[in-house]
């Protein structure tokens, strides 16, 4: 009923309720109206939710334009999610023309808000230079930041800049210790080097059958590479 009479928040919780077919039949359709009366009306959580909609072509046409459009509302208001998404779309050019330093603002206000794949991206952008001037040092600072609330990717970048010294002081034994918690999330390339470290003994003590171990791993997942070490290992070279 509150809904009908046009509270936002109330068409935003009946539009979830027939995204997740909660008390109703499920309807994509019919939440995605129930979301856009909501967004309408500035509901910044109907925005982004709408524009995920567009982004994923659920209950409409999928169409990145309107995505793009949707997120920026809500990432006007500071929707953290919404600023994110944003970010990404600008670095794909998707729905937006692509544009490397909106991609950086957007990214940096999601990630200032704590959002972890906004910190992993800002730290890519810094790392190559793109939409920023090329600072190892920032990168680190961001991928840290992802790495510590468990974002894969970042704990593997974190590894490869200690390994490599940089943006950090080299540190084979730090190297190792973000490799190990990129790789016991199944990051491949993770444990592809975490298997190198103990083969190589840098960082850790030279151990050959926890090296074969992580190879295996991989070569579990297909990984041609990952089995030619396994392989090199058993046999002893």
């Known amino acids: 009923r509150a809904a009908e009479q046009g509270v936002a928040q109330a068409q935003y919780a009946l539009g979830v309720m027939y995204e997740n077919g909660q008390g109703v039949h499920q309807d994509y359709t019919q939440a995605v109206q129930w979301y856009r009366r909501a967004a309408e009306q500035g509901d910044a959580n109907a925005q982004y939710t709408l524009g995920v909609m567009y982004a994923q072509g659920q209950g409409v046409r999928q169409d990145d334009a309107q995505a793009a459009q949707w997120y920026r509302r809500a990432a006007e208001q500071g929707y953290a999610d919404a600023q994110n998404n944003l970010g990404n779309m600008y670095a794909q050019g998707r729905g937006v023309r692509q544009d490397d330093a909106q991609a950086v603002q957007w990214s940096r206000r999601a990630a200032e808000q704590g959002v972890a794949q906004a910190q992993y991206n800002l730290g890519v952008a810094y790392t190559q230079g793109q939409g920023v001037r090329q600072d190892y040092t920032q990168a680190v600072q961001w991928y840290r930041k992802a790495a510590e609330q468990g974002y894969a990717k970042a704990q593997y970048n974190l590894g490869v800049a200690y390994a490599q010294g940089q943006g950090v002081r080299q540190d084979y034994a730090q190297a190792v210790q973000w490799y190990r918690r990129a790789a016991e999330q199944g990051h491949a390339q993770a444990q592809n080097n975490l298997g190198v470290m103990y083969e190589q003994g840098q960082g850790v003590r030279q151990d050959s059958a926890l090296a074969q171990e992580w190879y295996g791993k ?18 002893g070279y």
Do not use: A, H, M, T
Not at 218 to 235: A, H, P
């Open 218 to 235: 991989i070569c579990d997942n297909g990984d041609q590479k990952g089995c030619d070490n396994y392989r090199r290992l058993k046999l």
